[in-house]
C-alpha cells in the first residue's frame, strides 16, 4: 500500500525533507508518495507528517490562519507517526513565547536559540537513543528542550534534551534533513518499533 507523506510546507526547509522523506522510505517495503502541505485539506489524506525547520513564528500563524491546525491535531490523536525538526518542535510544543501560538501537542518546554550567538549553527556527532553510530546532528540556530515532560528523551547537548518522542511524534532541535544520513527520519516515520506512551 502506497504511504502518504505529508511535508509541512508553509515556510523553512521543505525540500530537503522531501527527498530526504524519498530516500528514507528506501528501507520501506511501502513505496511512499509526499505532498505539500500548504492549506487545509492535504493532511487528513496523509499517513505520516514532517514539520520542517525554519521561522517558527511564521510557521505558527500560517498553521493557524490556513486552519492546518485542527488537522495537525487530528493526525497526532490518531496516532500517526510525525517528525518535527526545530522550528516544527517548537510548533508543537507548550507555548512560553508570545510570538509564537504552539499546538500543545507535544509536552516540552523550549527556549528558542538556546545555543547562543557564537553557536549559531554546529554540527555534532549525537548519541542518539535507538541509533547504533552518532548521528551527524547539524543545529541551525536551535531550540533545546527546557521540560521534557512526559517525552522521553533520545538525545542531549551539554545535558540539555535535543530530541524527544512521545507517542507518535518525534522531535528534534537538529536538522536530520540536512545530512544524508537518512536514520532519524526511518526512526520517526517508517519503523513500528516507536514506544507509545
Ligand atoms: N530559531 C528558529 C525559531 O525560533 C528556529 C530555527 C530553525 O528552525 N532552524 O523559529
Not at 492535504?42 to 520542517?52: G, I, K, M, N, Q
Not at 510548533?91 to 545555543?115: I, K, M, S, Y
Amino acid at each position: 500500500m502506497t504511504l502518504v507523506a505529508g511535508v509541512l510546507a508553509v515556510q523553512g526547509n521543505v525540500s530537503e525533507h522531501v527527498r530526504a522523506t524519498e530516500r528514507a522510505a528506501d528501507s520501506s517495503s511501502d513505496p511512499i508518495e509526499i505532498r505539500e502541505i500548504r492549506s487545509a485539506g492535504t493532511l487528513p489524506d496523509c499517513d505520516l507528517l514532517l514539520a520542517p525547520g525554519g521561522e517558527s513564528t511564521a510557521i505558527a500563524r500560517l498553521v493557524h490562519e490556513g486552519g492546518i491546525a485542527p488537522e495537525i491535531r487530528a493526525h497526532v490523536t490518531a496516532g500517526k507517526p510525525v517528525l518535527a525538526t526545530c522550528a516544527g518542535m517548537i510548533l508543537l510544543g507548550r507555548g512560553n513565547d508570545d510570538r509564537v501560538e504552539t499546538l500543545d501537542l507535544l509536552d516540552v518546554v523550549v527556549e528558542r536559540n538556546a545555543f547562543g550567538r557564537q553557536r549559531d549553527s554546529f554540527e555534532t556527532a549525537l548519541e542518539v537513543a535507538g541509533l547504533d553510530e552518532p548521528f551527524p546532528a547539524v543545529f541551525i540556530r536551535a531550540p533545546a528542550v527546557t521540560d521534557s515532560g512526559d517525552c522521553e528523551v533520545l538525545a542531549r547537548v551539554d545535558g540539555r534534551p535535543v530530541a524527544v518522542r512521545q507517542g507518535p511524534i518525534v522531535a528534534t532541535a537538529f536538522h536530520p534533513e540536512l545530512t544524508d544520513d537518512r536514520r532519524v527520519h526511518r526512526l520517526a516515520l517508517f519503523e513500528s518499533t516507536r514506544v507509545t506512551q
